[in-house]
C-alpha cells in the first residue's frame, strides 16, 4: 500500500493506513468529547460520593496528551476521579448513533483473567452518553459482566462483552445539560473537520509538485529562500517521508518568516512547517525557548484576526472562508504543538490546553458562520 508522507504505523489496527494528521484529527475528537465532558462528570461523581470531597481529571493531567508521537492508542483510564484520596478510574463512551441492537464493551476495559475465569476490574465505573436520546448512565464492570453477552463485534474483529438494547436503554436516565453539551461537542467536530479541509486543498494545488520528479538530495540539503518556497519544500519531503537535513536549524529559520504583517495564510503555511519539522526533532533548550515565544506571537495574531461576526480576516483578497479556514487550521496544530511540548520539554511559560478550541474566541457564532456559508 502507497502510504502518505504523514503515515505513521502504530500498535492499535484502528490507526494503520492512516496519515500522522488524520490519526491526530481522529484522537482530537476523542479529547473533544473527554475536555467537554470532564466538568459534568465531575457534578454526576459528587452526586454518587454526597459529602466526600472529589477530583475528577484526565488521565496525565495538565501534560494529557491526546496523541502519541508513534502513533496508536494509550492504555491510560479516561478519568482519574480521587474521592477523598481514593482513587476510582472512570471509562466514557459516547454514542451518536441510536439504532444498536448492543452495546458493547470490550473485555480488556471490562474483565481480568484470573487462572481460567474472567473477573471484573474493580475501583472502575463507565459513564455512557447516548446522544440521540440526550441519556446517560454509569455503571461498573460487574454490570457488564451479569449482563452483556461474550462475542464478537464484526467491526472492531475482536470480542467484547454486548449488552442487549432492551437491557441497556432501560439503564439510561435523562439529564438536561446534555442537549448543551452535546451540541457543544457536534459544533467542535464539525469545526474540526471543516479546518482539515486545508490539508486536501493544498494537496489539489501542489500535486504538479507531488506528481514530478523530484531531486530529493537536492531539497533535503538547501533551505528554502522564501516563505512560499519553504512551505512547498516542507509538503514535498511531508508526502515523501523525508527529514532536511539540518532541520533544527530549517526550524529557526523559519520562525523568522513570523512578521507583524504575515498574514493567516501565511500562519497557516508556517504553522504547517513548524509542525512537519517539530515533529523529527529534538530541540535544544535555546530552540524550545525561541519556539515557545514565536507561539505566543502567532496566537496573538490570530487572536487579533478575529471579528465580531465569528469569522477572522487579515487579507482583502482572500475570502472570510478561507480566513476562517486558515485561522482554525492554525489554532488546530498548535494545540497540538503546545500540549506536546508541555509534555516533552516540560514548559510552564505555555498555560495548558483545558478544552479543545479554548483559543476560539466564539465557538457557536464561527459554526454558525461556516454552517451558514456550506
Known amino acids: 500500500m502507497k502510504l502518505d508522507g504523514k ?24 479529547a473533544i468529547v473527554e475536555l467537554e465532558v470532564l466538568e459534568w462528570l465531575e457534578g454526576k461523581v459528587k452526586e454518587m460520593y454526597p459529602g466526600k470531597e472529589v477530583k475528577v481529571y484526565k488521565s496525565g493531567g495538565d501534560k494529557f496528551l491526546w496523541f502519541l508521537r508513534k502513533g496508536g492508542i494509550t492504555r491510560e483510564p479516561d478519568f482519574i476521579a480521587e474521592i477523598d484520596n481514593k482513587k476510582v478510574e472512570f471509562e466514557l463512551q459516547y454514542a451518536e448513533k441510536s439504532d444498536l441492537d448492543f452495546y458493547d464493551f470490550k473485555v480488556s476495559k ?4 484470573k487462572g481460567n475465569e474472567r473477573k471484573p476490574i474493580e475501583n472502575k465505573f463507565f459513564v455512557y452518553i447516548h446522544k440521540p436520546l440526550l441519556k446517560y448512565a454509569i455503571f461498573n464492570p460487574e454490570w457488564i459482566m451479569e449482563n ?8 472492531w474483529r475482536s470480542y467484547a462483552f454486548r449488552v442487549p438494547k432492551e437491557k441497556f436503554e432501560r439503564l439510561l436516565k435523562p ?4 442537549k448543551t453539551l452535546c451540541q457543544r461537542i457536534e459544533a467542535k467536530n464539525f469545526i474540526l473537520n471543516f479546518q482539515h479541509a486545508l490539508i486536501d486543498i493544498w494537496k489539489d494545488k ?3 509538485l507531488l506528481q514530478g520528479v523530484i531531486d530529493e538530495n537536492k531539497i533535503i540539503k538547501i533551505i528554502p529562500k522564501d516563505l512560499d518556497s519553504f512551505f512547498k519544500v516542507c509538503f514535498i519531503l511531508d508526502n515523501l517521508n523525508k527529514i532536511p537535513q539540518n532541520a533544527n536549524l530549517w526550524l529557526i529559520y523559519l520562525l523568522n518568516y513570523i512578521s507583524r504583517d504575515v498574514s493567516l495564510e501565511d500562519i497557516s503555511k508556517i504553522v504547517y ?11 535544544k533548550q ?16 490570530i487572536e487579533n484576526s478575529y471579528q465580531n461576526d465569528g469569522s477572522y480576516k487579515s487579507s482583502l483578497t482572500s475570502s472570510p472562508l478561507d480566513e476562517t479556514r486558515y485561522a482554525l487550521f492554525s489554532i488546530n496544530l498548535l494545540e497540538d504543538l503546545i500540549q506536546d511540548i508541555i509534555f516533552y520539554y516540560s514548559v510552564t ?7 479543545i478550541y479554548e483559543n476560539l474566541k466564539d465557538i457557536d457564532k464561527t459554526y454558525r458562520l461556516i454552517m451558514k456559508a456550506k
Open 7 to 30: 503515515t505513521i504505523y502504530a500498535q492499535s489496527s484502528d490507526i494503520k493506513s492512516r496519515t500522522y494528521l488524520e490519526y491526530r484529527k481522529d484522537m482530537k475528537k476523542k
Open 206 to 208: 501542489l500535486s504538479y
Open 175 to 178: 439529564d438536561n445539560n446534555l
Open 110 to 113: 471490562v474483565a481480568k483473567k
Open 273 to 283: 512547517c513548524i509542525d512537519f519539522l517539530y515533529s523529527k526533532i529534538e530541540l
Open 286 to 301: 535555546n530552540e524550545v525557548t525561541e519556539l515557545v515565544s514565536k507561539i505566543k506571537e502567532l496566537k496573538k495574531k
Open 349 to 355: 511559560e505555555l498555560k495548558p490546553i483545558k478544552k
Open 148 to 155: 452483556g453477552e461474550y462475542g464478537m463485534v464484526e467491526a
